[in-house]
């Protein structure tokens, strides 16, 4: 009689969280160059500007942009993909040249003897990026002061703050153009967000989830029969053009630059710190202090290796944020797939002009869906966020309308210090540090309310999934 088989035990297979999930190429490729879409146009508006600023001619301004492609994918691979315990927050994290670091880089090239204007940048930038790399850890360790009440404000700030720039494209994008605001402008916006509107509407699965994209793609084609999406770029652009290293001069150190830089630097560190936190909402994977410690390392690294190729101050981008939280595809090597292409555009600049097809009013359009939804993200975990306590009423209000001051009244802060211009005109970190002080008066000092401790407790490390 044949002995009976032996018994094998079948252990159930652990359910992949969404963050870790790797789509299939065919779902994989166009939910990644959604993102591509999303950022191309605010990647390439620093090199842009700086180098109309500092008077770079075609050539040059193009080395700008492939260097600012080349270092937002390598930065956003690594933070997608992670270097160990060391850098990246293997989160669908996109990281680029930030535009906050632009006025102050202007005002470095106008106080600067022509020739020495990019070096002087440059050298201010690695600092920045130095000073970032030391810093970051502490950060890391200040998130039990960003509980759902601090970070429900932040994450509404990031989308709300943010949305003059979509409205900006939508009239055109170019401000000294005669034709800003035009009816052609508005309607081709228009046109994009019904489409966008109507694939969300009466479409389902897949489609649903790139609809952004056919938005962008139906939003370009209708422009083309009306000349308004331009093929200049595509014609000039070389097919070729890696960056050599120190092409623009050795990096100078001027004390007055380097302090304003490191100023900028704390800005795009608290907004890169929000965006991990909103992305951890948005994801459903809680983001813990050692989750923001590697990702600010990986934006120090960034900020400091960039300028040795062209690059410029690296840090979240929260139109990339927008996309997750739209059509819910939450895979981080989708945004690896869309850093991996990145690169891609960076050494092949003829690519990226086919990108830089899509119109302004196009991008406009699609923007407002982007960031309207951040908002929609920060106002959901405000909602479970206690606010039937009036002290939290309250810590939301001010903070609230800290971070709108900026975008209601641009000037308003004009007298001011220039430090205290660059920390308050940005109405993210002006609402960051209002709710963060806010939480600690009300919550911290002294007795806390009962409700009020339960929504730290929310928050404490001890919950959540942790990032391995």
């Known amino acids: 009689m044949a002995a009976p088989p032996p018994h094998v035990e079948h252990h159930p297979v652990p359910p992949v969280h969404p963050v870790d999930e790797k789509p299939a190429p065919k779902r994989l490729v166009p939910a990644a160059l959604q993102h591509i879409a999303a950022m191309y146009a605010g990647v390439v508006t620093p090199p842009l500007i700086i180098g109309q600023a500092t008077g770079l001619d075609t050539a040059g301004r193009t080395r700008l942009i492939a260097a600012s492609l080349l270092i937002a994918g390598l930065a956003t691979l690594l933070q997608t993909l992670g270097a160990g315990r060391f850098a990246g927050n293997r989160l669908p994290f996109v990281n680029a040249a930030s535009s906050a670091g632009i006025t102050p880089m202007l005002a470095i090239a106008e106080t600067t003897a022509k020739g020495h204007q990019l070096p002087a940048i440059y050298g201010a930038v690695m600092v920045a990026g130095a000073f970032c ?3 970051g850890p502490f950060f890391g360790r200040l998130l039990r002061y960003f509980p759902p009440l601090v970070t429900g404000v932040v994450i509404t700030l990031i989308g709300v703050t943010l949305m003059p720039v979509p409205v900006g494209w939508a009239q055109g994008g170019d401000k000294e153009a005669a034709d ?21 509407r009466f479409t389902r699965g897949f489609v649903k989830q790139i609809a952004l994209l056919l938005g962008l793609v139906a939003g370009t084609l209708a422009a083309v029969p009306f000349g308004m999406a331009s093929f200049d770029a595509l014609r000039e652009a070389p097919v070729v053009a890696l960056p050599t290293p120190f092409a623009f001069g050795a990096p100078e150190f001027q004390p007055a630059a380097v302090l304003s830089l490191c100023i900028v630097m704390l800005v795009l560190m608290t907004e890169s710190a929000a965006g991990m936190l909103a992305l951890g909402e948005i994801c459903e994977r809680r ?7 590697r990702g600010l390392r990986t934006d120090g690294l960034a900020t400091l290796v960039g300028p040795v190729f ?7 981008f929260a139109q990339n944020v927008g996309v997750v939280s739209l059509t819910r595809v939450r895979s981080r090597y989708v945004v690896a797939v869309a850093g991996a292409a990145l690169l891609v555009l960076g050494a092949f600049p003829v690519l990226g002009a086919v990108v830089n097809l899509v119109p302004m009013p196009v991008l406009g359009g699609a923007g407002i869906v982007l960031f309207g939804s951040i908002a929609v993200s920060g106002i959901r975990t405000l909602a479970e966020a206690g606010l039937d306590d009036s002290s939290n009423i309250i810590l939301v209000a001010v903070s609230l309308g800290a971070g709108i001051i900026p975008l209601a009244a641009p000037t308003f802060y004009e007298d001011f210090p220039a430090w205290a211009q660059t920390v308050l005109g940005s109405g993210i ?3 960051a540090l209002v709710a963060v002080l806010l939480n600690l008066f009300f919550h911290h000092l002294g007795t806390r309310s009962t409700k009020g401790a339960a929504v730290l407790s929310a928050a404490s490390p001890g919950s959540g999934t942790q990032i391995p």
């Open 180 to 200: 800003f605001g035009s009816m052609k402008y508005l309607a081709l916006a228009a046109f994009t967000l019904v489409v966008i509107l109507l694939l969300q």
């Open 287 to 293: 983001t813990t202090g050692r989750t923001i410690t």
């Open 310 to 316: 062209g690059g410029f101050p690296t840090s979240a």
């Open 133 to 135: 790399l030391a810093v």
């Open 429 to 431: 970190s002006a609402g």
